[in-house]
């Protein structure tokens, strides 16, 4: 890259992720995509909250969930999303050593979040028999938390792809944009997961 | 491949105010953790589901308030695009939300 001056400029501006054309498309395009992504998230919802009595004779969600796991995954998602923010905060002061570790830790606490929520869908599975396939609450529930559980594993494959593409690099107006996009798409993951938590688990919980 | 991380650092004065912005992004983090902390007690507690119910929704969206306005700016400037898409998707998240329920529980 180091031919282009104009994505390597002696002096970085103030918001690299938003100097150039690109990087403001970026930004644009991607809460374009948020505003999709809020609609087909609310199709699980809606079904989920429609279909989660219909329980076929299997456990209820009263029964199934319990709540010191799902405590500990929220927490792992909530300071994830700080861990991007303080990322952030390096980019926009051109630290990209930081940058990077703050990422990692993002990354990590990512992974504990995925390996904790594939624990959980395996002890619902092996301990209380509750699958895909076991009743339209199994369904609607699998079909909710798994595709958010998806986009936590998408948003890592992401995460790792632009960490090491650009551990050369360094950091620029070329890749500014693409660190800030990743961490608004981590940060709208735990909207998603706000409602995950209080919709499913605590109102389900509730009764 | 010139490695320019040293390049072009910001001044004093945007340093500083990318650390107030920190300092309210931590506070914004602080509630997050201690709406969620309410969320759980109520639970908890066993509230009855009348009270329970609503309570929870508000402490989510409130929480999801700060996460789009402080953790991704969206109180910043330059962000109208931003929230007319977002509020429009949430405009057709509720119709999809209602919609579905309403059709299978009536």
Redesign the interface.
């Known amino acids: 890259m180091s031919h282009d001056h104009s994505l390597n400029p002696e002096t970085m501006p103030h918001n690299p992720e938003k100097a150039t054309l690109e990087g403001k498309n970026k930004f644009l395009g991607l809460w374009f995509f948020l505003g999709g992504e809020t609609v087909l998230f609310a199709s699980l919802f809606g079904t989920y909250l429609a279909l989660k009595n219909s329980t076929a004779g299997g456990p209820s969600s009263e029964e199934l969930f319990g709540l010191e796991l799902v405590f500990i995954m929220t927490m792992l998602l909530l300071t994830s999303s700080l861990t991007s923010v303080y990322a952030m905060y390096h980019m926009k002061n051109n630290d990209f050593k930081k940058m990077q570790l703050w990422l990692g830790i993002t990354g990590l606490l990512g992974l504990a979040f995925l390996s904790l929520e594939i624990y959980e869908f395996y002890h619902y599975i092996h301990d209380y028999g509750f699958t895909f396939r076991s009743s339209a609450f199994g369904s609607a529930f699998y079909t909710l938390v798994g595709f958010h559980g998806g986009h936590v594993l998408f948003g890592l494959c992401w995460l790792t792809a632009i960490m090491v593409r650009n551990a050369k690099r360094g950091l620029n107006l070329y890749n500014a944009p693409k660190f800030n996009t990743f961490s608004l798409y981590w940060h709208f993951i735990d909207v998603v997961w706000v409602f995950i938590f209080t919709v499913v688990y605590l109102m389900g919980k509730v009764g | ?10 001044d004093t004065f ?2 500083q105010k ?1 650390k107030d ?2 300092i309210k ?2 506070i914004t ?1 602080v509630l ?2 201690v709406f ?1 902390i309410i ?2 007690v ?3 507690t066993g ?1 009855d ?1 009348f009270f ?2 609503p309570l ?2 508000l ?2 969206v409130v ?2 308030g700060f ?2 306005y402080y ?2 700016h969206m109180k910043d400037k ?1 962000h109208e ?2 929230s007319l ?2 509020y ?3 405009g ?3 119709v ?6 309403l ?3 009536w």
């Open positions: 491949m010139a490695n320019n991380t040293n390049t072009g650092n910001p945007h340093k990318h912005e920190m992004q931590l983090f997050m953790i969620t969320a759980f109520v639970v908890l509230m589901k329970a119910i929870l929704l402490l989510a929480q999801v996460q789009f953790f991704m330059g695009m931003p898409m977002i429009g998707g949430i057709a998240a509720i999809t939300v209602l919609a579905l329920t059709i299978i529980w």
